[in-house]
């Protein structure tokens, strides 16, 4: 709809923004959202706690959003205050960033024939508990004065929300911390906020972060060394949280000592908030499953899974008395099958032949259902 106002609704538009910013006022029903909960997948639906709350907020409110979130992105990639090891939402950056690094830290030290333990963070609520007087004073540290931090301030301060289940909403509750899930600001506010952690690790320590995805990891010859390391580097990590609001659960950290000996080795035994990590074979990290000798074998027999179904919803709407049009079983496939199969390929395309066999048999029946049907078709399938 704003799209196509016309131009003198655009200037009032914008002599409205201009007011806010410099009269350092914020509307009101800005401040309210409607909360829509979002099952996880796979997850029970009779639990409060495996809905994600997703935030509606007002459409003027996210343009205005837009534009003061592209001068704070601006500012933080100018003044290289983001660490170059956070990928999430940034320019240029990607998961798979964080994926090849990972991977290529785990083959460098198989290469070296040596270990490498890898823990993998899961933050608790990490929207939700934002410390808003923190991100203003990281706004402050980073020399950030005038309009800007005082519209982040009212931004934040008063904000209320219903939340819609259906066709019913609940009463208006204020939120008294943490950000807006599905905010225009809120994914870069969060970024600085965490941003801090990575200056209370040690250098023996790597770490990565998409958003909230925490993996650090060290490798060596000597598995008390590894172990020393790692637990220190916890123990700063566990007090960063405390200073900063956040929280790190302990069900759901993982910790996974990639290795490919023979011969028995202990595991690893690191504390977090005084109990052990869980140390498991396998774990799924940005889409991608890291098994602990990198076969890569579990991700891609998952894969295979969505890929029968993808193809069994295909085959249906593919009918050829009653079914979808070319054009449409093209889009589909786009969407439910080459998605899946390009997303991670450059980090599971390692793997061996044998493993990556198993695909073999759901291409050649693509290939077959897909000459057959679009032979006539070329020129469009190009």
């Not at 991700?299 to 709407?317: E, G, S, T, Y």
Request: proline residues 4%.
């Amino acid at each position: 709809m704003i799209k196509h106002l016309s131009n003198s609704s655009l200037q009032n538009l914008l002599h409205l923004y201009n007011r806010i910013w410099h009269e350092h006022r914020f509307p009101s029903s800005w401040q309210q959202a409607i909360i829509i909960p979002i099952l996880k997948p796979g997850k029970d639906p009779s639990n409060p706690l495996n809905y994600r709350p997703i935030a509606l907020t007002n459409c003027l409110c996210k343009l205005m959003e837009k534009m003061v979130n592209r001068r704070l992105v601006y500012y933080l990639e100018h003044n290289k205050i983001l660490s170059p090891f956070q990928s999430g939402f940034r320019p240029g950056r990607c998961t798979i960033d964080n994926l090849l690094a990972l991977e290529t830290d785990i083959r460098t030290t198989f290469l070296k024939r040596q270990d490498l333990v890898a823990i993998f963070f899961d933050i608790e609520k990490a929207y939700d508990r934002t410390w808003r007087y923190g991100i203003l004073q990281d706004l402050f540290n980073c020399n950030l004065r005038g309009n800007l931090p005082i519209f982040f301030q009212n931004f934040l301060r008063l904000r209320q929300f219903r939340v819609k289940v259906g066709f019913q909403l609940s009463d208006l509750f204020i939120q008294e911390e943490g950000v807006p899930q599905d905010s225009v600001l809120s994914v870069t506010l969060f970024s600085l906020k965490i941003n801090s952690i990575f200056k209370h690790l040690q250098p023996s320590i790597k770490s990565f972060l998409y958003v909230d995805d925490l993996y650090i990891s060290c490798s060596g010859d000597n598995m008390a060394f590894i172990e020393r390391q790692l637990q220190i580097a916890v123990n700063k990590l566990t007090q960063w949280s405390i200073l900063n609001g956040f929280t790190f659960s302990t069900s759901k950290t993982s910790c996974v000592h990639f290795c490919r000996k023979r011969r028995l080795h202990p595991e690893p035994e690191i504390k977090l908030y005084g109990q052990v990590i869980n140390v498991v074979s396998e774990v799924k990290f940005l889409g991608i499953i890291f098994d602990k000798k990198l076969t890569f074998l579990p991700h891609v027999l998952q894969l295979r899974k969505k890929l029968d179904r993808a193809l069994n919803i295909l085959k249906v709407l593919s009918n050829t008395s009653w079914g979808a049009s070319r054009l449409s079983l093209l889009r589909v496939y786009r969407a439910a099958i080459l998605s899946k199969i390009d997303y991670g390929c450059t980090i599971y395309g390692s793997a061996r032949q044998s493993v990556l066999q198993k695909f073999q048999t759901q291409f050649i029946i693509l290939a077959l259902h897909f000459v057959v049907l679009f032979k006539p078709l070329q020129s469009t399938c190009n």
